[in-house]
């Protein structure tokens, strides 16, 4: 386990933009599939896990929820270990655990123990790999990281859309347990990913810098394994609680659409075909805005471009919630998708503008954390409001206005609080009766010689009288 140093991202070190960075990219690629897509993925199984345990519908719900919880919960602890072992490391172990719940899960007697196998053990390696992976693309791209975090995103709507089939021929062929077995096999491929995270190498020093840092050993300060100084920069506390207030609304749509689909008449086929229409525009949604996200114009205003896309969203929700006909809902899924896939390729690449490659390993463990407690409001907070209501108009409504709301903050919170800048004032400046002397000299250097002028003052010696060459003279 190297050790801190690893992965600390030394000074002098330039982000590639290319060469084994594209290897990077696949792995936060194949990650980023697996955590978003397999707590969606699990529940073709939910089914089978009623007839076998006499459960409801509602007991098997928490394996997501916990899967989610667990994502987004654990990202302090995933910051304190990777600034404590690095990347490469936790990504591996992270493997290892998320393997090790699934296969775990497929003996399980009870749902108790599939909550702590496929919940909090699954789950918790999901979060290892996760974050580290977003840490890693982040380092090794700088120019073309709006487009890198566009492909990584992309990972998930691929991933979906591969794994819900995948689950159903699973557990058509071999049964739940076979299935999570097979599952668990399947992410055994983390750890080749972690293994792609090789750390950045700082550059060869020349033989004699290399004597003399030999000679004088510096001792460098304790790294913080969480910093939470990152709450006293203003962008990052903007950033913070409109992600909170986003994530409330944002995963809403999603789950109820296709109960609002079964809700106006449409058979379960038609209304599970508005999921795949969704992911596949989803699927194109995120690279295309990485792309535009990284031209040279764009990119320095990169954060109202994430408050369009949340207003993009929310508009989207509101149109949506008058929908009457299976049509109507077809169009929302599109334009869904694409809003959707703009938030997902931006969040992240946003953050780290806003915090820079130091502080990020710590942001986005405290984001993560924020969010977690959002995503486990929010969802459940929709529900009730059908069940009081018997409308889904109001949910679609409200998850429309959450996401709007957190445009306004994200947008007019950076407009007025970080762009306009008061001007810093003249500072005094304290010069040493040395510096003092040095600047004189510097004047008298740029005036005329004073060979010169002594000479001046000898060829006109009537007009001028007689003049004592002195130092004082010359100036």
Same mark, same amino acid.
């Given at each position: 386990?190297?050790?801190?140093a690893?992965?600390?991202?030394?000074?002098?070190?330039? %982000?590639?933009?290319g060469?084994?960075g594209?290897?990077?990219?696949?792995?936060?690629? &194949? @990650? #980023? *599939?697996?955590?978003? +897509?397999?707590?969606?993925?699990?529940?073709?199984?939910?089914?089978?896990l009623?007839?076998?345990?006499?459960?409801?519908?509602?007991d098997?719900?928490?394996?997501?929820?916990?899967?989610?919880?667990?994502?987004y919960?654990t990202?302090?602890?995933?910051?304190?270990?990777?600034?404590?072992?690095?990347?490469?490391?936790?990504?591996?172990?992270?493997?290892?655990?998320?393997?090790?719940?699934?296969?775990? %899960?497929?003996?399980?007697?009870?749902?108790?123990?599939?909550?702590?196998?496929?919940? &909090? @053990? #699954? *789950?918790?390696?999901? +979060?290892?790999?996760?974050?580290?992976?977003?840490?890693?693309?982040?380092?090794?791209?700088?120019?073309?990281?709006?487009?890198?975090?566009?492909l990584?995103?992309?990972?998930?709507?691929?991933?979906?859309?591969?794994?819900?089939?995948?689950?159903?021929?699973l557990?058509?062929?071999?049964?739940w347990?076979?299935?999570?077995?097979?599952?668990?096999?399947?992410l055994?491929?983390?750890?080749?990913?972690? %293994?792609?995270?090789?750390?950045?190498?700082?550059?060869?020093?020349?033989?004699?810098?290399?004597?003399?840092?030999?000679?004088?050993?510096?001792?460098?300060?304790?790294?913080?394994?969480?910093?939470?100084?990152?709450?006293?920069?203003?962008?990052?506390?903007?950033?913070?609680?409109?992600a909170?207030?986003?994530?409330?609304?944002?995963?809403?749509?999603?789950?109820?659409?296709?109960?609002?689909?079964?809700?106006?008449?449409?058979?379960?086929?038609?209304?599970?075909?508005?999921l795949?229409?969704?992911?596949?525009?989803?699927?194109f949604a995120?690279?295309?805005?990485?792309?535009?996200?990284?031209?040279?114009w764009?990119?320095?205003?990169?954060?109202?471009?994430?408050?369009?896309?949340?207003?993009?969203?929310g508009?989207?929700?509101?149109?949506?919630?008058?929908?009457?006909?299976?049509?109507?809902?077809?169009i929302?899924?599109?334009?869904?998708?694409m809003?959707?896939?703009?938030?997902?390729?931006?969040?992240?690449?946003?953050?780290?503008?806003?915090?820079?490659t130091?502080?990020?390993?710590?942001?986005?463990?405290?984001?993560?954390?924020?969010?977690?407690?959002?995503?486990?409001?929010?969802?459940?907070?929709?529900?009730k409001?059908?069940?009081?209501?018997?409308?889904?108009?109001?949910?679609?409504?409200?998850?429309?206005?959450?996401?709007?709301?957190?445009?306004l903050?994200?947008?007019?919170?950076?407009?007025?609080?970080?762009?306009?800048?008061p001007?810093?004032?003249m500072?005094?400046?304290?010069?040493?009766s040395?510096?003092?002397?040095?600047?004189?000299?510097?004047?008298?250097?740029?005036?005329?010689?004073?060979?010169?002028?002594?000479?001046?003052?000898?060829?006109?010696?009537?007009?001028?009288?007689?003049?004592?060459?002195?130092?004082?003279?010359?100036?």
């Open positions: 386990m190297g050790g801190a690893v992965d600390d991202c030394p000074t002098g070190v330039k %982000a590639p933009d060469g084994w594209w290897a990077v990219l696949c792995g936060c690629f &194949v @990650i #980023t *599939g697996f955590s978003y +897509a397999f707590p969606k993925a699990v529940s073709v199984f939910f089914k089978e009623i007839q076998e345990f006499g459960v409801g519908y509602s098997t719900a928490w394996i997501s929820s916990i899967l989610l919880a667990m994502l919960g990202g302090p602890l995933c910051s304190v270990l990777v600034n404590r072992f690095g990347c490469r490391p936790v990504m591996m172990v992270g493997g290892l655990f998320a393997s090790l719940g699934m296969i775990l %899960a497929s003996f399980a007697t009870s749902m108790i123990q599939i909550y702590l196998t496929t919940g &909090v @053990i #699954t *789950g918790l390696g999901l +979060a290892l790999n996760f974050q580290p992976s977003l840490i890693m693309l982040n380092r090794y791209f700088d120019q073309k990281r709006p487009l890198a975090n566009g990584s995103a992309a990972g998930s709507p691929v991933f979906l859309c591969c794994l819900s089939p995948l689950g159903h021929v557990q058509h062929e071999f049964g347990r076979g299935g999570f077995l097979i599952l668990g096999g399947m055994l491929n983390c750890c080749a990913c972690g %293994a792609l995270m090789r750390p950045l190498e700082p550059p060869e020093k020349p033989v004699d810098q290399e004597e003399q840092s030999s000679k004088v050993v510096e001792k460098k300060p304790k790294r913080k394994l969480l910093d939470f100084m990152v709450f006293k920069d203003r962008g990052f506390l903007i950033y913070a609680i409109a909170c207030i986003m994530v409330l609304g944002l995963f809403v749509p999603p789950v109820f659409v296709v109960s609002y689909a079964v809700h106006l008449g449409y058979e379960d086929n038609n209304a599970a075909f508005l795949s229409i969704l992911g596949f525009v989803d699927l995120r690279p295309i805005c990485g792309i535009i996200a990284g031209l040279k764009i990119r320095p205003r990169c954060v109202y471009l994430f408050a369009f896309a949340m207003v993009f969203n508009v989207t929700d509101l149109v949506g919630s008058m929908s009457v006909d299976y049509t109507h809902l077809v929302f899924c599109v334009f869904f998708g809003s959707y896939g703009m938030v997902g390729a931006l969040q992240f690449e946003v953050l780290m503008a806003i915090v820079g130091k502080k990020f390993p710590s942001a986005i463990g405290l984001v993560l954390l924020m969010e977690a407690m959002a995503v486990l409001v929010g969802p459940p907070s929709a529900g409001l059908r069940d009081a209501t018997h409308n889904y108009m109001f949910v679609f409504m409200l998850a429309g206005g959450q996401v709007m709301l957190s445009a903050v994200l947008g007019f919170g950076n407009y007025f609080c970080i762009k306009k800048k001007e810093e004032p500072k005094e400046v304290d010069a040493s040395t510096e003092i002397e040095l600047l004189r000299k510097r004047v008298e250097s740029s005036l005329m010689p004073s060979s010169e002028v002594e000479q001046f003052l000898k060829e006109d010696t009537e007009k001028n009288g007689e003049v004592k060459v002195n130092p004082e003279t010359c100036v």
